[in-house]
Every structure is written in structure tokens, then in C-alpha cells.
């Protein structure tokens, strides 16, 4: 497996601090992100979980705790809409260039608004999808957020 990712470019081209974590993928995992915590002897709360969503129709990332859903309403409203949808898996693939389960907010093919969810900011550092299955970035959640401009609300 290559350590490097469109996603470890972009943090790298950032300058932020980062470690890279590789783990046994399992595609049969009920909840990919919780198999990922536990591969990698990690808090769920602080594996974050890459989530490719529709508000009014537009393309959005919502960046979450494995172990928690997504309130697609607060999620909409923190992002001015008034309705947000999952995107589909095929949709979501061809929108950011990775495959699911190895998605990445960071070096998608297209830019989209992102929303981290507050509760990321009380860990030190979290996890997050490096690019492909079974490879993960750890850094500081206020980092992933100035390198993904992205907002912070609660949308769990």
C-alpha cells in the first residue's frame, strides 16, 4: 500500500504536522469507521469518518465521529440549506476520486464546503481518511479544518 495519497500531498503542500496510519481493511465491516478505530487501538470518537452529502441538491463533506450519525437537518442548516440527502456511493466516487471506504476530504477532485463536527476539536488529535481503504492521517482537527476551510458545528 502507497503511503502516499493526493490526500498526504495535499497536507503536505499545507505544511501541517501529520502521521500516517496503515490497518487491515475489512470491506465486509458493518461500520467501516469503527473497524478502523479498532485496528488502529483508537477512541471512535476521534477516528472521523468522511461523509459525501447533497444539501439542496449542491455537493457538501460532512467530516464526523465514527461512532455517530450525521443529523442531516443541522447539517443542511449549518450550511444555509434547508434539506440534506447521503450521496450516492457511485456519485460520490466520481466526485472526489477515491473510492468508498477510502475516502478523503483532502485532495478531491473538486472542492466542496465542508463541515467538521465541533465535538472533533476537543481531541488533541484526530483520524482521518488518508485516500484509500485501510490508510488513515492523524493531525490536529484545527489543521484539517484550515486546510479544508471548512466550518465547525454540530451536525450529530
Known amino acids: ?4 495519497t493526493r490526500a498526504t500531498l495535499v497536507l503536505q503542500q499545507a505544511g501541517v504536522a501529520f502521521t500516517v496510519h496503515s490497518y487491515d481493511y475489512d470491506p465486509n465491516a458493518e461500520r467501516i469507521g469503527l473497524q478502523a478505530a479498532e485496528a488502529l487501538g483508537a477512541d471512535p470518537n476521534s477516528v472521523l469518518k468522511t461523509l459525501m452529502v447533497l444539501v439542496d441538491a449542491k455537493p457538501a463533506c460532512a467530516i464526523v465521529p465514527s461512532d455517530r450519525e450525521v443529523n442531516l437537518k443541522k447539517l443542511a442548516a449549518s450550511l444555509g440549506g434547508k434539506s440534506a440527502q447521503m450521496m450516492k456511493p457511485a456519485d460520490a466516487e466520481r466526485l472526489t476520486g477515491y473510492h468508498v471506504g477510502g475516502i478523503s476530504p483532502f485532495g478531491q477532485k473538486k472542492r466542496v464546503p465542508t463541515i467538521i463536527e465541533e465535538s472533533a476539536f476537543a481531541h488533541e488529535s484526530v ?5 484509500q481503504r485501510g490508510l488513515q492521517v492523524q493531525l490536529k482537527p484545527a489543521d484539517a479544518a484550515k486546510v479544508l476551510d471548512a466550518k465547525k458545528a454540530g451536525v450529530v
Not at 1 to 4: A, I
Not at 127 to 131: E, S, W
Open 1 to 4: 500500500m502507497s503511503k502516499t
Open 127 to 131: 483520524f482521518i481518511n488518508g485516500g
